[in-house]
T-cell receptor, first 113, second 115 residues
Framework: AQSVTQLDSQVPVFEEAPVELRCNYS??????LFWYVQYPNQGLQLLLK??????LVESINGFEAEFNKSQTSFHLRKPSVHISDTAEYFC???????????FGKGTRLHILP | DAGITQSPRHKVTETGTPVTLRCHQT?????MYWYRQDPGHGLRLIHY???????DKGEVSDGYSVSRSKTEDFLLTLESATSSQTSVYFC??????????????FGEGSRLTVL
């Protein structure tokens, strides 16, 4: 079965420090990858996505993720976090053998003052 | 923002009562989904629809039914609510399916408490 694994359920980090949220997916011939963000008491919204082309994708608020096919990973990074980045982050994969997106269990990012 | 409205946003009910959650979209997207979100489980797909009157089960469909009589509305029904169905329910929509990007747009969620 296809799967998406987020290795950390919670990540505490000091404000202005760098952060990496890890995501691995089960291998597939073709895969689209997403990071969604959920701010407190809200629905999920797309942060960034990899469909094809450049393996490094960026969001408008400073996050970036790199598609690594050999390691089947799509880790999310930000060089300097802000208190407003406090949220839960979900990695997701759309694998062409199936009609449905598969979500990881989420990583809660805690920004410490 | 995608036009997705969920109702009710909050509901408290008792075990054994029927509950219907409604998802309404103004985007004319073909695909609609119901997820539940629980701590430690992330998002789990309950049911989805790929067109009017076309629905299929997700990974946690037991105890739930759905209906889609119009493109814009997707209803989730709990025939006899149980405490294990206490959760936050999210509706999502997508214009594409197999072989395309599969990007989802989510509603704000419906928090259901079953006492």
């Amino acid at each position: 079965a296809q799967s998406v694994t987020q290795l950390d359920s919670q990540v505490p980090v000091f404000e202005e420090a760098p952060v990496e949220l890890r995501c691995n997916y089960s291998s597939s011939v073709s895969v689209y990858l997403f990071w969604y963000v959920q701010y407190p008491n809200q629905g999920l919204q797309l942060l960034l996505k990899y469909l094809s082309g450049s393996t490094l994708v960026e969001s408008i608020n400073g996050f970036e993720a790199e598609f690594n096919k050999s390691q089947t990973s799509f880790h999310l990074r930000k060089p300097s976090v802000h208190i407003s980045d406090t949220a839960e982050y979900f990695c997701a994969a759309f694998m062409n053998r199936d009609d449905k997106i598969i979500f990881g269990k989420g990583t809660r990012l805690h920004i410490l003052p | 923002d995608a036009g997705i409205t969920q109702s009710p946003r909050h509901k408290v009910t008792e075990t054994g009562t029927p509950v219907t959650l409604r998802c309404h979209q103004t985007e004319n997207h073909r695909y609609m989904y119901w997820y539940r979100q629980d701590p430690g489980h992330g998002l789990r797909l309950i049911h989805y629809s790929y067109g009017v009157k076309d629905t299929d089960k997700g990974e946690v469909s037991d105890g739930y039914s759905v209906s889609r009589s119009k493109t814009e509305d997707f209803l989730l029904t709990l025939e006899s609510a149980t405490s294990s169905q206490t959760s936050v329910y999210f509706c999502a929509i997508s214009s594409t399916g197999t072989g395309e990007t599969g990007e989802l747009f989510f509603g704000e969620g419906s928090r259901l408490t079953v006492l």
